[in-house]
């Protein structure tokens, strides 16, 4: 579905990705881990129209989208959960969830859809007339999320969906993450927390200051004792 | 003991270029025209590092500051022409009546932030100038004629002590207070800086040298009227500190160097004069978005490459 | 010191319009404790830090550190009485050297004055000397000395987060606040992070209030937990109690306390 | 009467400041660009108007539109060339370019056509209306439901269009807009369009209106209407209008009680006041940064 | 445009300097008050163009060269010192404010250059406040005192009013120099100011104002200050239902003010003027074809018909003292100035540097200055 090869992505003059490739297959669940500033999320800015590759191929179903307008990458069923949330603070729940659509025409699909993420966060249900910017950290990640699925994308970046999330919460993201897939819809997941991420993933790519050094099925890094210790926290 | 290195260099090429322009002046090389450019730019420098202080050091976005040359500028021409009192206190009293209308001035900064700041304090200028309009003791809109007594000398002295103070100020723990305020308030708060205090006294310093700054400016120019202090000055000061680079006191100086000369030389060319100031202005902020020097020093570069030397 | 806890908090509060964020919260800590803070995304813990160091005053309710009430003071004030924090999000002075970013935070304890610094008085000198001296010391215990000329903005992440925390310590708190020191960090960096607490605490004998998500963290080293939920306090008590009290289950942990690692 | 009549006066200076502020805060609220060439926006429009009714003898509604749609290409042209590259520059380096922007718009004008001004032609009837004894003109009832119909409009096209959705997107993050699909160049020069049309009409009816027109007009009513926008709570749409009645009024006040040389003097300390008492403007929200 | 021909004074110039005049021209290019400073350069060059095309002033041409002085004064000053040690102009024509005529006065008795204001009217430009005279600044333009004097004998003599008010610009000594002449000699002769009140210059709205002028109810409204605002405030006024006479000075004169005004509105008003470009005077029609030829039929007003006498007035003293370059002769002419004709007036230069001129008052009728009276100093 999607294939990068060996590309390159700057921010200036400070490479940020060095010759980095990989794969993700349809129906997938594909985790990428590493440590901070790796450039995990400068791959997901890249496949997603942020940023532009220097040098190196993104093929998405079959097309190139390298270099190619976020708009075009969104229109073609890449949607990305950044970093950080950002949502729309000055907006209301349910106007984050409309701009989610926001190349869509069919209103009538699309008012259906946010019953339906409705039905998936039923707390932001609740919140639906609020500013999202007074949401707590989780409802804002949800509300990301949401906003990401009205898309309607066929393959989900998310970078670190648990990030800053209790306990509870960040089982009920990881939980939605699985029904998503489950759904139909393709996923490449961004996670610190390699263990969580690892568990629901079908492969994973490792990835450090800027190149990818280990890849895997899941189950072969959960058993690799360099991984463990480096990420896992196993000691 | 690098600082203090820095402080003899400054203090030795003071000398130097103070005693050499008063020699070329007193052997008639300098003609007037090019002495009172000098003395154009020393009030300049003075505008603008004092202004550096505020917007560069404490991030106080405060686009008024016309509002404090003109403070200093009136009060000292009252102490000279209707008191009859020496010139150096009436700079003196001039800048500290200008302090003191900065410290009236920074009080909103206490609760105003950005663009709010901004507009209040143009507003402060604006009815500074106003207050000086409808008084007919200094002349009202026809202004007050005030006798020539800046020289060379007066405006060196001058400068010299802004920039050593200013220097000083911001090389210490209260400019690096300061410079938390600008960086992050609220951190500035919570790691124990009175964030209203270092304000103020920004506030204050700033417009007290503005305030000096006015003295020499009301005592080049011969007469000054209100509308010599409207928001357009305020804004010609704003340019240099941010042309040279906000934070950085030597960029404040080269821009208030340069700009007053391409003012100056534009002089020739009255027609096209105000098209290509602005093409100047337009066209080195959409390429150096950060200032002529962004937030470097001269001496940075001074230090690398003798750095570099030393690697050798 | 006497029984007088370091911190009391007493039924304090706040309101945001018509939202309660927190309310009726009672908390005290004793000079060298280690607490957690924990609680659902919204529960109001860092609103209880911005109530303890002054960004917001209390509609309801007491602070008192070693006795003495806190309401109302500003945050600098607050600060030189004790209590520093790091924050969530995080705030450094980003143009500023790693090194001016903690000589800030020694600002207050400084004592030459503005006029000494313009006329470079001898007390400038010595008063500057002391400050670069002991914030050089604080960096070495962070392993940070080497970075100590580089703009924080240039750190990266993890290390920003290690030099929040050793800004705070240098504004001389008796009580730390660490909010959510561990967000963003693999669980490797978690761990080396949970020792440099530990240190603190052991060494410098600092008492620490930490708000976090990270179990392992927060059962790991916290003598005693706090929970909040909607603003309320729902329990607390030592990590074991914690781990098994069903409110907290149901709010914050969910039903089977994995514990992993 | 002469009361009424003040207050009469008051509302009709301060539509023609709301009109000039609304245009002004729509981009602000947009992009955060204090937009200092805003005014001479503005002067483009009335001295566009001009030319039009004078010179082409087009009537007021045609030349209206004209001066619209070549001051929202101009606006366009302006953001594209000198704003666009600034987007992450910081604030102030903006707002010293929108200075210089402002000063080449206005020195460009004079160098073509000198710096005289102009009169406009009379395009309406003269009539006045007297309600209880004060004069309303037809052109002030024009100017006030000119700025009221706009107002409603642009709140409209902000709040309940997708062209609007996305221009408070992308004032709020840019990236995360470019996430959703937006096309943020087009999004704000569609912003700039419409900010700058505003002005263009505001330069028409201020010139039918006061009837004299310069090439340097612009720099006290586009001041006047920053005052008014951050008096309203700047970025907001209802927040300018109100701001620009309330110094209308303010100022027409202050003359009528006979202190017409301070009336500027008293707008700033209103707006000083009110800041201090409502640091966001009259309506904004007092949005602390949340810590 | 109209700028390439702005310079055509300097056609010819070179650097040989011997066959040149150099005349310096500091006048407000840019700035708040641009329109006056460019007004002023157009009349100049016109008259510039004029001499050189008749071979010169004894045999040399004149070269203007001009500094924009942003209509400030510290920039006036700058321009004045450029003019002097840089150029070595023999003399200066400016500013057209008095105050930066004041900014250059020292400067040029210092250097020994003349210095011609051409619409500087207030009598600080050349009486210094300690009543010593400028030795080396002159003005092309009447003082205020004596338009203002004018104008109340018309008033109480003329129209027979007796209450009146005063709504002058307080923005220029100018208006407010004529104000107060107007109020002493009409009050000393028993008549009323019932009200009295200022602009702005800049200013747009004046319905405030008006309204309480009009409460007041004065039988005449006496309006120093410039066309810019004097059209707006005549217009408001009259769409306010003020219909009283209305009076003012040379400031209005200009074919915009008809414009700005309207015709209808300005019936019923009256100007004191050095001038008419109505009036059928050969001469002065000779000068509004040439400056109508030059400018693409613009019609001048009075700050093109000052800049333009100005140039007439220096080049006559350059005559009259047979050189073009010695500063202190010249000055002695101009000094000595009688009866010299020109376009705004036939002027006398008297011990105090100020224009004695007869004045004229005209009346707008149907948006024509029409003659009404002539009154000698
Ligand atoms: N806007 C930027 N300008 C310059 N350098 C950047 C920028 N954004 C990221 N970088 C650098 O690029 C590298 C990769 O950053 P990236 O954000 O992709 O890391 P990451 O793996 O997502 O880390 P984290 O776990 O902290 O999110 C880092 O060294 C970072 O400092
Ligand atoms: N300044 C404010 N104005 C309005 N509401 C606020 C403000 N500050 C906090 N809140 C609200 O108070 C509640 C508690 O927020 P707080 O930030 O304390 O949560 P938290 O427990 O720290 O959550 P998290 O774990 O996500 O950081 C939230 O609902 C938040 O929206
Ligand atoms: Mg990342
Ligand atoms: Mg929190």
């Given amino acids: 579905m999607l294939k990068v090869d060996q590309i390159d992505v700057f921010y200036g003059n400070i490479q940020a990705l060095k010759g980095v490739s990989l794969e993700v297959n349809e129906g997938e669940i594909v985790t990428l881990i590493g440590a901070n500033g790796a450039g995990k999320s400068t791959l997901l800015k890249t496949l997603s129209g942020l940023l532009k590759p220097k040098n190196g191929t993104i093929q998405y179903l079959g097309d190139s989208i390298s270099g190619k307008a976020a708009q075009g990458i969104v229109k073609a069923g890449i949607s990305h959960v950044p970093e950080g949330r950002r949502v729309f603070a000055n907006m209301t729940v349910e106007e984050n969830l409309e701009l989610g659509a926001f190349l869509r025409k069919d209103s009538k699909e699309i008012h259906k859809d946010i019953q339906k993420v409705y039905e998936t966060f039923p707390r932001l249900l609740e919140r639906r007339k609020q500013l999202s910017g007074t949401l707590s950290g989780g409802e804002q990640q949800m509300l990301a999320m949401g906003r990401a699925i009205m898309a309607r994308p066929k393959l989900l970046l998310l970078d670190e969906p648990s990030m800053g999330l209790a306990p509870l919460m960040v089982k009920t993201i990881f939980q939605i993450i699985e029904d998503i897939n489950r759904e139909g819809t393709t996923i490449l997941l961004v996670e610190q927390n390699a263990h969580m991420a690892l568990s629901i993933a079908n492969r994973a790519y490792v990835i450090e200051t800027g190149r990818v050094i280990v890849s895997g099925t899941s189950a072969e890094l959960q058993a690799s004792e360099e991984i463990k210790k480096a990420y896992l926290g196993g000691h | ?66 509002g404090f040359l003109a403070v200093g500028a009136y009060i000292s021409a009252i102490f000279t022409m209707k008191l009859h009192l020496p010139f150096p206190l009436a700079l003196i009293v001039g800048g500290i009546v200008a302090a003191l209308a900065g410290l009236i001035v920074g009080i909103p900064s206490l609760r105003l932030k950005g663009d709010y700041l901004a507009i209040a304090t143009l507003g402060f200028a604006e009815i500074i100038r106003i207050v000086f309009l409808n008084i007919d003791y200094v002349g009202g809109a026809a202004g007050m004629q005030v006798s020539h007594l800046t020289t060379w000398t007066y405006t060196f002295i001058c400068l010299f002590i802004t920039i050593l103070v200013i220097m000083n100020f ?21 790691m124990g800086i009175n964030t209203t205090f270092y304000k103020v006294i920004a506030f204050a310093i700033g417009s007290f040298f503005a305030g000096v700054a006015g003295g020499l400016y009301s005592h080049n120019f011969y007469i000054i009227q209100p509308t010599n202090f409207g928001f357009l000055k305020s804004f010609d000061i704003l340019i240099f500190v941010v042309l040279g680079g906000l934070g950085s006191l030597s960029g404040a100086v080269i821009s208030a160097i340069l700009l007053t000369l391409v003012s100056t030389f534009l002089q020739d060319y009255p027609e096209t004069r105000m098209i290509m100031y602005s093409l100047v202005l337009v066209i080195v902020m959409l390429y150096r978005p950060q200032g002529l020097m962004g937030t470097r020093e001269i001496t940075d570069y001074f230090g690398k490459w003798k750095s570099a030397k030393g690697g050798n | 010191m006497g029984n007088t806890p370091l911190l009391q908090v007493q039924d304090a509060g706040i309101q945001f319009g018509g939202l309660k964020a927190v309310s009726g919260f009672n908390m005290e800590i004793h000079q060298g404790e280690l607490i957690g803070l924990i609680g659902p995304n919204g529960a109001g813990k860092t609103t209880s830090f911005n109530l303890l160091t002054g960004v917001y005053v209390p509609t309801e309710g007491e602070i008192l550190l070693e006795g003495k009430r806190l309401n109302g003071l500003p945050p600098y004030k607050v600060t030189r009485l ?63 000395d080497k970075f100590k000329d580089e703009k924080a903005k240039n750190l990266p992440y993890g290390q920003q987060r290690r030099l929040e925390i050793a800004r705070a310590l240098a504004a001389g708190p008796k009580l730390l606040l660490l909010d959510e020191p561990a967000a963003g960090m693999n669980p490797q960096e978690t761990h080396d992070l949970m020792e440099l607490i530990a240190f603190i605490r052991n060494e410098l004998k600092i008492t620490i209030l930490l708000i976090e998500h990270d179990m392992n963290l927060v059962m790991g080293i916290c003598e005693r937990i706090y929970v909040l939920d909607h603003g309320q306090l729902i329990a607390h008590g030592t990590p074991e109690e914690i781990r098994n009290h069903p409110k907290v289950i149901e709010a914050y942990l969910g039903e089977e306390v994995t514990n992993d690692a | ?156 096209i902000v709040h309940k269009t997708k062209i609007g959705k996305a221009m408070r997107a992308v004032s709020h993050d840019m990236d995360a807009a470019r996430l959703m699909g937006i096309n943020v160049n087009n999004t704000i020069s569609a912003t700039f369009a419409i900010g700058s049309a505003m002005a263009g009409a505001a330069g028409v009816i201020f010139g039918v209106y006061y009837t004299k027109i310069d090439p340097l007009m612009g720099i006290i009513p586009g001041l006047k209407a920053f005052v008014a926008a951050v008096l309203g709570g700047i970025g907001i749409i209802p927040g300018a209008m109100v701001g620009g009645l309330v110094l209308g009024v303010v100022e027409t006040v202050v003359s009528a009680f006979g202190f017409s040389l301070w009336r500027d003097a008293a707008a700033f300390i209103i707006l000083i006041l009110i800041l201090l008492f409502r640091p966001s403007g009259i309506f904004g929200k007092n949005a602390r940064e949340k810590v | 445009g109209c700028n390439s021909s702005k310079d055509a004074g300097s056609e010819g110039s070179s650097s040989k300097g011997g066959d040149v005049i150099k005349i310096g021209a500091n006048l407000e290019l840019s700035g708040p008050v641009a329109s006056y400073g460019s007004g002023i350069a157009d009349g100049v060059a016109l008259a510039v163009e004029e001499i050189n095309n008749a071979g010169g002033v004894d045999g040399k041409k004149i070269e203007i060269v001009k500094v924009d002085n942003k209509s400030d004064a510290a920039e006036a000053t700058n321009g004045a010192i450029k003019l002097t040690s840089q150029d070595k102009v023999t003399a200066i024509i400016g500013a057209a404010t008095s105050g930066n005529t004041v900014a250059q006065a020292q400067i040029a008795n210092d250097n020994k250059t003349i210095l011609v204001s051409p619409s500087g009217t207030s009598p600080t430009v050349t009486v210094r406040d300690d009543g010593s005279v400028n030795e080396y600044v002159f003005r092309t333009a009447f003082i205020d005192p004596f338009q203002g004097t004018v104008a109340a004998n018309f008033a109480l003599n003329d129209l027979k009013v007796k209450n ?95 414009e700005l005004a309207g015709a209808d509105a300005l019936n019923n008003t009256f100007i004191i003027n050095h001038y008419s470009s109505e009036d059928q005077d050969e001469t002065i029609q000779k000068f509004v074809k040439a400056y109508g ?85």
């Fill in chain 2, 170 to 190: 911001t090389n210490s723990r209260h400019g690096r207070a300061c410079i938390s305020v600008r960086e992050n308030e609220i951190a500035a708060d919570a």
């Fill in chain 5, 293 to 377: 030829d030059k400018y693409n039929g613009k019609s001048p007003d009075a700050f093109n018909a000052l800049g333009y006498d100005t140039v007439y007035l220096l080049t006559d003293a350059m005559k009259r003292a047979g050189t073009t370059s010695d500063s202190e002769k010249i000055k002695d002419a101009l000094a000595a100035t009688k009866d010299l004709s020109l376009i705004t007036g036939t002027i006398t230069v008297d011990e105090n540097h100020h224009l004695i001129k007869s004045a004229t008052v005209l009346e707008y009728v149907d948006g024509k200055q029409t003659f009404n009276t002539k009154v000698n100093p």
């Fill in chain 3, 82 to 144: 004790g209590i520093s924090r790091t924050f969530q999000n995080i705030r450094l002075f980003n143009e500023l050297s790693v090194l001016d970013n903690v000589k800030v935070a020694y600002h207050s304890l400084a004592k030459h004055s503005i006029i000494s610094s313009i006329f470079r008085l001898s007390s400038h000198f010595s008063g500057e000397k002391e400050m670069e001296e002991k914030s050089i010391e604080f960096l070495k215990i962070f392993q940070l």
């Fill in chain 4, 1 to 156: 009467m002469e009361w009424l009549q003040q207050l009469i006066n008051g509302i009709s200076l301060g539509s023609i400041y709301a009109l000039i502020a609304l245009g002004y805060t729509m981009v602000y609220g947009i992009i955060k660009l204090i937009n200092f060439a805003h005014g001479d926006v503005f002067m483009i429009g009335a001295f566009i108007g001009f030319y039009a009714i004078a010179g082409w003898g087009l009537g007021f509604f045609p030349a209206l539109l004209l001066a619209m749609t070549v001051c929202a290409i101009f606006g366009v042209l302006i953001e594209r060339i000198a704003y666009k590259r600034l987007r992450n520059a910081t604030r102030i380096a903006a707002l010293i370019t929108a200075i210089g922007v402002s000063l080449l718009i206005e020195y460009g004008v004079i160098y073509v056509r000198g710096a005289q001004p102009e009169a406009y032609p009379d395009v309406f009837a003269k009539k006045s209306f007297d309600v209880f004894g004060a004069q309303i003109s037809s052109q002030s009832l024009l100017i006030l439901s000119v700025s009221i119909v706009l107002m409603i409009l642009l709140q409209f």
């Fill in chain 5, 164 to 258: 009146v008010a005063i709504y002058a610009d307080n923005a220029s000594d100018y208006a407010k120099g004529l104000a107060a002449s107007f109020k002493e000699t009409f009050e000393a002769a028993g008549g009323k100011i019932v009200a009295q009140e200022s602009y702005v210059a800049k200013d747009t709205d004046f319905r405030s104002t008006l309204t309480r002028i009009k409460a007041a109810n004065p039988e005449y409204i006496f309006i120093p200050g410039y066309y810019e605002e004097v059209g707006l405030i005549v217009k408001q006024a009259r769409e306010m239902g003020i219909d009283v006479p209305l009076m003012g000075a040379d400031g209005w004169d200009s074919p915009k003010l008809v």
């Fill in chain 2, 1 to 66: 003991m690098k600082k203090a290195k820095g402080f003899w260099l400054f203090l030795i090429l003071s000398i130097i270029v103070y005693g050499t322009v008063q020699f070329l002046i007193n052997a008639g090389i300098l003609n007037p025209f090019y002495s009172n450019t000098l003395i154009f730019i020393g009030i300049n420098i003075i505008l603008a590092v004092s202004l550096h202080l505020v917007i560069g050091i404490t991030g106080q976005f405060s686009i008024g500051h016309a």
